[in-house]
């Protein structure tokens, strides 16, 4: 083992029943590294990381720190006995405690009892990580960015030698961001070798020394930042070459049936208690639009209003210009609206449920549960979307939770399009999922669209609002600040729009 390598993985082998998970994988990591892992969903990424931090046993292979060789990792708490600490994307703190408490809880050192000296060291804490929070703050009324740093601190002042990141950055904003960023970066300085689990290019390049690239279980390579550009990471991860996605909307032709430029749904003066100040809205047969503007901005409310699923407090809507009511999401669906929320693992999935069963749900709601569908049209409903969307899981029988996130997404998807709508709304479609998986869904909303159907697409990826719609809201502040179509649809009119636009009266 190398003088300056604090970590090493070599030759991990993980098998599930029926699902090679890992194939001897090599990683390394270094005393004051960055170290990206990337990859696809289902490349392995996760699996990985629950091998080193105990969640899973692997089957083979060996693990060495600082120079002790074939250490033995069983558990979560042999990982951190060690050195190993792991900060996942969903904050695993107790909102209700302060944030000293939440640094402290379970250490078992006696500091937990010494509220002043516990305070006091917690505040030392922050203070040398420059993190903007106090001890006796509730960790409640912190924002995402700093709960991040709160459970950063707790795994740094643990002896934290190996600092694992999973998608901490997914639901922060610009700024908050580079706040993380900077954090991990003074932690760098301190020797603290990082692994960092992100979908974000961008962020890889800069704030990464190193990437190393898994892809079906086994390892691609590892390579040092600047001798892998972009274009080539993500030829790596998706194992062919990737032409450039910028005339993607080229391979699909406009719908052009005799409805065409139809209005399939309005809405006037829409109003939910989220918060949203007034807005109107419409969508034509056949078009891809969207809501952009930054984090905040009511995006996700405006469609949740759409769907009923915030309470609608004002407003007309119209569905090919009939006035409809549509108070909850069973309104909607019985409109032929179908919509994909935000929050996949809140909103969306049901874990203990099996692919089919969540494939089936909205029909089945549609239907009527008193008419349960047979145990053989479940199945033909289940098998004809996971071919059609490429699902990859061993069975229809196997439980969603186990499925990675990318194609836990495409399960959700398969649920709406079952439903066969006539409108489709996708929130934040694309989020934590793989590159590959990426431009499948954009590729698969801008086919949906060719044949007919009218999609209002959501994504904090602005290349990927670009990509797919014709025509954008702009959003700032809760409110809608302008309409972008044409030409317009480009990087520098949002931005402009959104830092000084107002809505057209």
Excluded at 482 to 494: A, F, P, R
Aim: hydrophobic share 40%; glycine share 8%; with cysteine.
């Amino acid at each position: 083992m190398e003088e300056n390598r604090v970590l090493e993985m070599r030759g991990i082998e993980k098998s599930f029943p029926g699902v090679r998970a890992l194939r001897g994988v090599d990683f390394s990591l270094n005393k004051g590294e960055i170290h990206a892992l990337m990859g696809e969903n289902g490349a392995g990424k996760s699996t990985l990381i629950k091998v080193l931090t105990g969640v899973y046993t692997k089957d083979a292979g060996s693990i060495s720190m600082q120079g002790a060789e074939d250490i033995q990792i069983h558990s979560p708490q042999d990982a951190q006995n060690v050195g190993i600490s792991t900060v996942y994307q969903e904050i695993t703190l107790c909102p209700n405690l302060t944030v000293a408490e939440n640094m402290f809880i379970g250490r078992g050192n006696g500091r937990i009892t010494k509220w002043k000296k516990m305070n006091e060291d917690a505040d030392k804490i922050l203070r040398s990580l420059d993190i903007p929070a106090a001890a006796t703050q509730q960790l409640a009324s912190c924002s995402i960015a700093v709960q991040q740093m709160v459970a950063i601190a707790r795994a740094v002042d643990m002896d934290c030698k190996v600092l694992i990141l999973d998608e901490p950055t997914s639901s922060l904003d610009e700024q908050e961001v580079e706040k993380l960023f900077k954090l991990m970066r003074d932690l760098k300085s301190k020797g603290v070798g990082i692994i960092f689990v992100t979908h974000f290019l961008d962020q890889v390049y800069e704030v990464c020394d190193r990437i190393t690239v898994l892809r079906d279980g086994t390892l691609v390579g590892e390579y040092a930042i600047a001798d892998l550009p972009r274009v080539e990471l993500v030829a790596k991860m998706l194992g062919k070459e990737m032409d450039d996605l910028s005339d993607i909307k080229g391979e699909n032709a406009a719908y052009s049936g005799e409805d065409a430029g139809d209005l399939v749904f309005e809405a006037n003066g829409l109003q939910s208690d989220a918060g949203i100040k007034p807005f109107n809205f419409y969508i034509k047969k056949g078009e891809v639009n969207g809501f952009t503007g930054l984090l905040g901005s009511g995006r996700s409310e405006c469609v949740r209003a759409i769907f009923g699923a915030d309470r609608v407090i004002g407003g007309e809507v119209k569905m090919h210009k009939k006035t409809v009511k549509i108070s909850k999401p069973l309104d909607a669906m019985k409109n032929g609206i179908a919509y994909l929320p935000e929050d996949r693992k809140i909103d969306g999935i049901i874990g203990d449920l099996s692919v089919r069963d969540n494939i089936i749900l909205a029909l089945q709601v549609l239907t009527g549960f008193f008419k349960p569908f047979s145990r053989a049209k479940a199945q033909a409903f289940a098998e004809e979307y996971i071919k059609k969307l490429n699902i990859k899981t061993a069975s229809a029988d196997t439980p969603i939770a186990s499925l990675s996130g990318g194609n836990q997404q495409k399960v959700i998807l398969a649920r709406w399009l079952l439903m066969h709508p006539e409108y489709l709304i996708l929130d934040e479609p694309t989020r934590g999922i793989d590159v590959g998986t990426k431009v499948d869904i954009q590729k698969l909303v801008l086919e949906l669209a060719s044949q007919g159907m009218s999609v209002t697409f959501i994504s904090s990826e602005t290349d990927e609002m670009i990509r797919t719609c014709s025509r954008l809201v702009v959003m700032r502040d809760r409110k809608t600040v302008g309409e972008l179509s044409g030409d317009d649809v480009n990087q520098n009119k949002i931005m402009e729009t959104i830092a000084g636009g107002e809505a057209k009266s």
